[in-house]
């Protein structure tokens, strides 16, 4: 992703918008404000950005029923600020949509750190190729999924959860291992969280779900 990535940001408090903004257009990134699911819905329709910020409790529906709205749209990753994130808030926020989430109020440079990983996961490997995973095809460069050529809509870690299970070829991956792979080594990210994205990967595959198989003791793979 380059540095004119878009980022549209979904965030009540007015003093932490204008914070976020001066601090992405000194990366020269560009954003978008608004401060409700409505406008944020409106905007995502139109002319999705490459990343959506969310802060949990906003007005009106909360930011949780707007990344389960979000989710139905062209893919952006989702970034939610939620408070305090324990783990049952987590679980909450990645079972809505989300791709990670920060405790808020944020530190600036936390928050820019999680949202350029996020951007940085975006860029498949150069010159991926669409895989056909049995009834599976997996498009990585182009970010699109079908099953028996009907499109389905992941999540960016879905997707490339289902891409490195993919290039295991059948080899199975230890929860460690996807952690690493998929949000990075270093990654606060518990073990629990990647066997939440696991199975809302499965329920998403519908038919397909049998795919991806539980390897006792071990983790999981893609049996195609």
């Not at 305090?84 to 989300?98: H, Q």
């Not at 049995?134 to 992941?154: M, Q, S, T, W, Y």
């Not at 999540?155 to 490195?164: V, W």
Request: glycine share 8%; proline share 6%; net charge positive.
């Amino acid at each position: 992703m380059t540095l004119t990535a878009s980022i549209l940001l979904v965030v009540r408090d007015p003093s932490l918008r204008e914070t976020l903004r001066a601090s992405l257009a000194g990366q020269g990134r560009t954003s978008r404000l608004v401060d409700g699911a409505e406008a944020a819905l409106a905007v995502q329709e139109v002319d999705p950005a490459d990343l959506v910020v969310v802060q949990a409790d906003l007005p009106g529906e909360g930011g949780l029923e707007l990344c389960r709205r979000l989710r139905a749209m062209p893919r952006s990753p989702l970034l939610l600020v939620i408070a305090p994130p324990g783990e049952a808030e987590r679980v909450r926020a990645l079972e809505a949509g989300a791709d990670d989430c920060v405790s808020s109020p944020p530190g600036v440079r936390e928050l820019r750190l999680r949202m350029a990983a996020l951007l940085r996961r975006l860029q498949a490997p150069g010159g991926a190729r669409p895989l056909q995973l049995g009834r599976i095809r997996l498009d990585p460069e182009r970010h699109l999924v079908d099953v028996d050529g009907v499109p389905i809509a992941l999540t960016l870690t879905e997707l490339r959860i289902l891409q490195q299970l993919a290039l295991a070829d059948g080899a199975s991956l230890s929860r460690e291992a996807l952690r690493a792979r998929v949000w990075g080594e270093g990654a606060t990210v518990d073990e629990r969280a990647v066997d939440t994205h696991i199975r809302r990967l499965r329920a998403k595959l519908g038919a397909a779900r049998i795919a991806v198989e539980t390897v006792h003791r071990s983790g999981y793979r893609l049996r195609t």
